[in-house]
């Protein structure tokens, strides 16, 4: 597990509820942290006790610390490319299929439900959601796959979520969001594990922890319909159990789902996000249903099987080619290590820019004829 970037915090002050006179004026912001001190729950994160950010920097005048955050990252170049990136099917012709984005806007939903049910923050709560997949690959998780094996020391997207906002954006986020961040991931263990030192912090970033389990097993398995690489038949057939449980309909099992946390976290006297067994259980037999009929279905594993050749060859061919590869980067990475430089220029790239790139490399150009 990746830790956050050793640096000295700029402290917020403890905010508090006073009068104010009339000849004294209040910036926006302090009067939005005062609200929250008001009527968030006292497990909450304020805004104004956030730990901080790395950099020292002025506050602004309109936005609490975890508004502002949320805005940088919506704004961020990472975020927009994520339109263009896979999330389970690759060039998919249909309109309706998600992409990178979409998930993230899913995740974000669901995560605001649950902590606006809750009395959480949901600043805190949205940014998190909407910078948690930064740092993923074009071409899903197979991208991931490839440059976890041929990257020296690995790679993981949490940690590449962290270093995109930290050092190639250079968003400077407060402490609170980049560890909600580095610890959404599951790597495929439990969602919710006993140990507390792989959960998030803050309620906030649980929250989105288990979000984004909610969104990705849902709308993958409604894509995968979609896809017909599944049918509803083999659903209702080897995955009773689980409709019986989570519900037979998209909307129905995110709304069973949600109403569990918030359920289940309300009665635990609110110590961590938590989640019933059955909830648990059938969510793990969910995710295994998808790994065994979805993910590694034959037309879906072909098609990721051609997208890592393309990784692993630029990967190759931009670390054997240094010069050509600050050139055509115009030198915007320049960490000094030449792998880490192409990491974060290939995880960074789209699926359609991947494509163009290893066709410009390696395909045959056609003459132009005047």
Request: aromatic residues 8%.
């Amino acid at each position: 597990m990746m830790t956050l970037k050793a640096g000295r915090y700029q402290r917020h002050t403890k905010c508090s509820v006073r009068p104010v006179s009339a000849v004294e004026t209040v910036s926006i912001r302090k009067q939005l942290e005062e609200i929250e001190e008001k009527i968030l729950s006292p497990r909450a994160t304020l805004s104004c006790h956030s730990r901080g950010r790395v950099r020292p920097e002025a506050e602004c005048d309109l936005r609490p610390a975890f508004q502002h955050d949320r805005d940088r990252i919506i704004h961020s170049k990472a975020f927009r490319r994520l339109k263009h990136k896979t999330q389970v099917f690759l060039v998919p012709s249909g309109d309706h299929y998600r992409t990178r984005l979409t998930h993230t806007l899913e995740v974000s939903q669901i995560a605001r439900t649950i902590a606006k049910s809750l009395f959480l923050n949901e600043d805190l709560t949205e940014a998190i959601s909407l910078g948690h997949d930064l740092g993923h690959t074009p071409f899903g998780h197979a991208g991931e796959d490839v440059l976890n094996r041929i990257v020296p020391g690995g790679f993981r997207h949490p940690e590449q979520s962290l270093r995109v906002v930290d050092d190639i954006e250079k968003l400077n986020l407060t402490h609170e969001v980049r560890d909600g961040i580095v610890k959404h991931s599951k790597r495929g263990g439990p969602i919710l594990p006993e140990d507390m030192t792989l959960l998030p912090g803050t309620l906030e970033g649980q929250i989105v922890r288990i979000a984004d389990s909610i969104g990705y097993l849902n709308h993958d398995l409604d894509d995968a319909l979609r896809a017909r690489i599944i049918s509803q038949e083999e659903i209702q057939s080897d995955g009773r159990e689980i409709l019986q449980v989570l519900g037979s309909s998209h909307s129905q099992r995110i709304g069973r789902m949600v109403h569990d946390v918030i359920t289940k976290t309300k009665a635990s006297g609110m110590v961590r996000i938590a989640a019933s067994e059955d909830f648990l259980q059938m969510a793990m037999k969910l995710r295994r249903f998808l790994d065994e009929r979805v993910y590694t279905a034959p037309d879906v594993f072909k098609s990721f099987t051609k997208t890592s050749k393309i990784i692993d060859e630029l990967y190759s061919y931009y670390i054997e080619h240094p010069d050509f590869f600050y050139m055509e980067t115009d030198s915007n990475f320049s960490s000094g290590i030449i792998a880490r430089d192409v990491c974060d220029f290939i995880s960074g790239m789209t699926d359609r820019y991947a494509f163009s790139a290893y066709e410009k490399i390696f395909l045959p150009q056609p003459w132009l004829i005047f």
